[in-house]
Every structure is written in C-alpha cells, then in structure tokens.
C-alpha cells in the first residue's frame, strides 16, 4: 500500500507528532560534578557526593558539555544564547536523590532552529522528498539515576551511575505527521550528533531517549488533546509507537469519547501503548532558578573580553570554524563527486561504515564510481544484512573487491563470474580473486580464434534457427548466444559471441 | 474558595484554602498537621506579601545574587567517584551495592483518607 493512499484513508484526521529527545553528551565526567560517566560499571561505582545529593555539595558547569550543546545548537540551525539560566526542576523520585533536576527552563541554551531530513516516497528508495521540522530549543540538564523495580520484594534497586551524566533535550516542534517522519527526524539527529561527537546516541545504551507527544484533529479545527508516550527503546518502535497511538486517538474519538491529556508507555511486546501508573495527574514541578549557579554565558569573536583566561571562555565562533562535515553535506559531496543517485548516498551514510568502505574500493579501482556502488548497494550490503554483520565485520575487504572488480573491468571474467566469485571470497577463506578465478576455471575465454571456432560449431549444428535469423528474427540469436555460453560453460564474453555470430551468419 | 472549612471544623485563613494545602502537602511532602502550622504559613506569606509594596517599574528582575560572576568552567577530568562503600554507609537497606527504596512512588492518600491532614491539635 503507498504512504499517500494510507494518508487518504486517514483524510477526516490530521495527527500531529513533536518530539522530545534526550541526548546523553559524550564526555569523560558528568555535567555537574568529576565522576565518570560510563555505561555499564559496577552499581553506584562511579557516583561522587554531589551525585548523591551529599549536603554541602554544590554544582560545577563541565566545559566539555556547555561545547556539545552549542555545537549541537550550530549544526541544528538554531541561535546561540549568549546568556543563558539554570533552574530546578522539582519532583520526587528515589533515582532523583536531591528531589530535583538542574535543567534551563526559562532560557535554555540554544533556540530556534531546523533540521531537514529525507523520506522514501514509495518502499523502492527511487524517490526522496526532504522534510523540516523546527527545533524549538536544546537546553542542558542533569541525567537521573537508574531505577530497577524488584516487583516481588516489593522495592525498588537503585543506582546513580547515571545521576548527574550530562544531557541535551532537543525539542522538536510538532511539524510531523505520522511514526515515519518521526523515525527519520530521529535518525538524521543521530547521525548528525554522532558526527559532531556530542553524543554517540546509541539508542539501546540509553544514549537517546525519544518521547513523542501524539494528537488528531479535524483539518481547520485547532489541535486535539495530546498524550505523551514514553519507553520507546529503537527507531523502529518510535514508528510503531506514534502509528499506533494515532490510530488509537482516532478509534477513540470516532467512538465518542474523549483523550485524556495523559502520559502512556509503549509496550513493544504488544505493540501498543498503556496509561503509566505514576504519572497521573498534572505534575507542578514548582521550577525555581539554580542559586548556586550564575548565568551562563558565551562569546563570540565580537565580544570576546580581551584578557580573559581562554580556559574560563567558550567561544561560538571558534566553534563553527570546526564543525565538520554534516551528513547533509557529506551527501551532496557523494553525489557531486561521484556521480551517484541521491537515494546512493543517503544509504551510504545510513550504514556506519559504508561511505568510507565504497571510497576506499573507488581509491584501488579503475571500475566507475556509478558501477561500484551497485556492488556495494546490492552485492556487499544485501550479504552483510543477511548476515547481520556491520561493515566493519565484513569478511571481504575493500582491497579484496576492488581487486575483484578490476579483474571484471579487465574483461578477465564475466559480471555473472564476478557475483560467483563474490560469494567465494565472503566465506573469507583468505583466497584472492585470482585465485578463486583459476580454482573454479572462470575466467573468459580470450583467444579469438577459439570463440569462432565454437561459434561456427554452434552455427552448424542450428540450421532452423539460423534460417530463421537470416529471415529476419533476431531474437533467435539469443539462443545461439546461449549455446555457445553453455558449450563454453560461461566463460564467454556475451557481446563479443553476438559480435561473431552477427559477423558469420552475414557472410 | 477564600475562608473554607476543612473536615475537622478549622475555618482557615483567607486566600490559604484547603485545596491549596492540600496541593502544597503533596507536592513538597510537608505536613502542616496543625493550625500553628497553618497560622505560620499564613504569616510566611503575608511577609512575603510586602515585596508588593515595592514599586518595580521598568526595573529587570534579579533572581540571582550571583549575577554579576563569572560561572565557572571546569575542565572535563574524572576526579571523583569510586566510593561505593562511603556512599553506601548512609543507606538504612541496601542489596548488593544497590541502595533500596520502596516500590514506585506512592501517592500521598486524598484528601479524604489522610488521618493526619490538620490533626495536629
């Protein structure tokens, strides 16, 4: 079924999806104080006495982190703050030990930007629109520590590795309209944030957590209650989550009643979302500014103070100057460079490893870049998805099928001897093309005279289908053509047998 | 409703309702548990009351006395942590290096059903 029939169907309603979602920073320590952050070390091992709400402990901004989110800030479009506040967000829960979270609710540190990602029209990837999606603000906040509920002791474990990491809350405005859109908003960030290196943001390390806020309502009617569903764990469940809670805001509303402004979780199970238990009711988190910490503030090269310790000074500017290449960009250099198709690039950038991968073959071949990337689309990623393997993991090296497609650009063997050959060197027995190409005697026959002979063989022997050829049906060579390929057991060079056929069944 | 009247027959001050101590209860779980207690909030905010009195026109509001320094910045080292058994020496139970807290949160009673709300006296 298209995307647009499954939207007309839907025509009546039109749901609206934003996002929130929370991006652990990469850095050595935490936000706030000198413990490391670390996924996975022993329980509350890497937890200092600020972390654990000690009295008499108090909050110290980590550079490393206030870098991140500006970078991150520049790379989404959005205005710096120069001055910007902290603020308590209060609320109690046993993994928030002070009873309440330092984040920047009244002026975060960046605003305002915009983030473009692609869509496949239909599921054949020939055809890509480019969406936007506004981003409303970043603002730098605390981690909290991790709950593990022990449902048959009737408690709860707790553990502060995670209390104090660094965060960075991307708001995405609700300009998304169904589970897909959302899925690629997340994961064009991903890749963005992972090429800055302001967050790893791998997903099932809890690197990303997306919650995303869903209603519907009549086009020309103003928005519809919203819900907001939590604990969805991949991209793919992002999907099924919004999907899912679209359709059940909708049988809702067709049945008469009405949607609770309520937080939901996504059961991945079940596929579906249920009510979560503790967050009933509308939470006053009574927010108050940090008093233990001043504004915040950046500069720039305009007002950057003259004699001021450069340790103590984040400067925008000099930021910007060392942003990389952004996957957007990095696209279009592939496309231009190369020659390829859009679609191409966007599946090179969207398998860690690729786009290096098909370079380096491109750096050891003389094949054309539009003819490498349908070995490394179609033959290198089809066995690695198979698989399940990433690219790092492949058991055939970039030397390896360049090596292999040279041996096709020399005309040494045929394309359907290359894939067979293909298929060898992915057992990754060590054995080179060349090698492969003489065990399993695949290499084309490059004596002339040889390949005549066993054309007029072929010629001889087919005396109504020659007729027939010499009537006028050319189709019928194919068939010649098939005969001396299977008389040559596929080490003929097709259009060089047709060229000799055509040139003896004219004389 | 300004001036209500609480389950147990307390007429409360005025702009101090019922629902709002109640509200307050929840949220910061205090316990007001008596009049004195009420009396006492009811005075807090009447101090508070003459920051009104105070003409701040066209002036910018300071919500902090740290406004004019300098937030510093530290360098990103790992300096701390690794004091798990310190840590853990103040938790009244623990498993395995995890300290223990109750199942969840569990939502204060309404209204109704709390014994102690301004039972105090």
Known sequence: ?507 | QRGGVCSCGWRLPQKVTVEVLDHLEHLALVDFRDSEGVERLQKAIQFADQLHEVNTDGVEPMDSVLEDRCLYLREDDVTEGNCTEELLKNAREKVEEYFVAPPGNIPLPKLEERETFLKGS
Not at chain 1, 8 to 23: F, K, N, R
Not at chain 1, 284 to 307: G, Q, T, V
Not at chain 1, 381 to 405: C, I, N, Q, R, W
């Open chain 1, 1 to 507: 079924m298209l995307k647009y029939s499954a939207i007309e169907i839907l025509a009546p309603w039109v749901p609206v999806v934003g996002l929130e979602i929370h991006a652990q920073i990469s850095s050595n320590s935490k936000l706030f104080s000198g413990s490391q952050v670390q996924f996975a070390a022993p329980p509350n091992s890497l937890v200092s006495f600020f972390d654990a709400s000690l009295p008499g402990t108090l909050p110290v901004l980590n550079r490393r982190c206030v870098e991140a989110a500006v970078m991150t800030g520049l790379a989404l479009n959005c205005s710096i703050n120069k001055k910007s506040l902290f603020d308590r967000k209060h609320y109690f829960y046993a993994d928030l030990p002070a009873g309440y979270q330092i984040t920047q609710q009244r002026v975060p540190i960046a605003v305002n930007g915009s983030l473009s990602y692609s869509l496949c029209i239909d599921n054949k990837m020939s055809q890509m629109v480019t969406k936007t999606v506004r981003i409303k603000q970043i603002q730098l906040e605390q981690d909290s520590g991790k709950s593990l509920h022990d449902d048959t002791r009737s408690q709860t474990l707790v553990d502060l590795n995670r209390a104090g990491v660094g965060l960075m809350e991307v708001v995405m405005e609700p300009d998304m309209c169904c589970g897909e859109e959302a899925a690629a908003a997340v994961r064009e960030l991903q890749l963005i944030l992972q090429t800055l290196g302001s967050s790893q943001a791998v997903m099932s390390e809890g690197q990303l957590r997306v919650d995303a806020n869903v209603s519907v309502h009549h086009p020309g009617e103003p928005y519809g209650v919203r819900t907001e569903v939590k604990n969805i764990n991949s991209i793919r469940f992002l999907a099924k989550a919004v999907d899912y809670e679209i359709q059940r805001q909708i049988k809702e509303l067709e049945s008469g009643r009405t949607i609770l402004n309520e937080t939901r979780a996504f059961d991945s199970k079940l596929g579906c979302t249920v009510p979560m238990r503790d967050k009933e009711g509308k939470q006053d988190y009574r927010f108050m500014p940090e008093p233990n910490l001043p504004p915040l503030i950046l500069y720039d090269a305009k007002s950057l103070p003259a004699n001021m310790n450069h340790q103590q000074v984040v400067n925008i500017d000099w930021i910007h100057e060392r942003l990389p290449d952004l996957p957007s960009v990095k696209r279009a250099k592939l496309v231009e460079r190369y020659g390829i198709l859009p679609e191409h690039s966007f599946t090179l950038l969207n398998e860690d490893g690729l786009s290096e991968f098909f370079e380096d073959v491109i750096k050891q071949t003389q094949m054309k870049p539009k003819k490498v990337i349908g070995w490394i689309l179609k033959d290198l990623l089809s066995y690695l998805k198979k698989h399940s393997l990433t690219v790092k993991e492949s058991p055939v090296s970039s030397f390896l099928l360049a090596d292999l497609l040279n041996r096709l650009e020399e005309k040494e063997i045929s394309s359907t001897a290359a894939k067979q050959v293909f298929a060898e060197l992915w057992k990754g027995e060590g054995k080179t093309p060349l090698e492969i190409v003489k065990e399993k005697k695949l290499q084309l026959i490059q004596d002339q005279k040889d390949l005549e002979q066993i054309c007029q063989t072929v010629i001889d022997g087919q005396e109504n289908e020659v007729m027939a050829i010499k009537a006028g049906n050319r189709k019928v060579l194919n068939k010649l053509i098939g005969l001396v390929q299977r008389e040559t057991q596929g080490r003929s060079n097709p259009v060089l047998v047709k060229q000799l056929l055509e040139k003896k069944l004219s004389e």
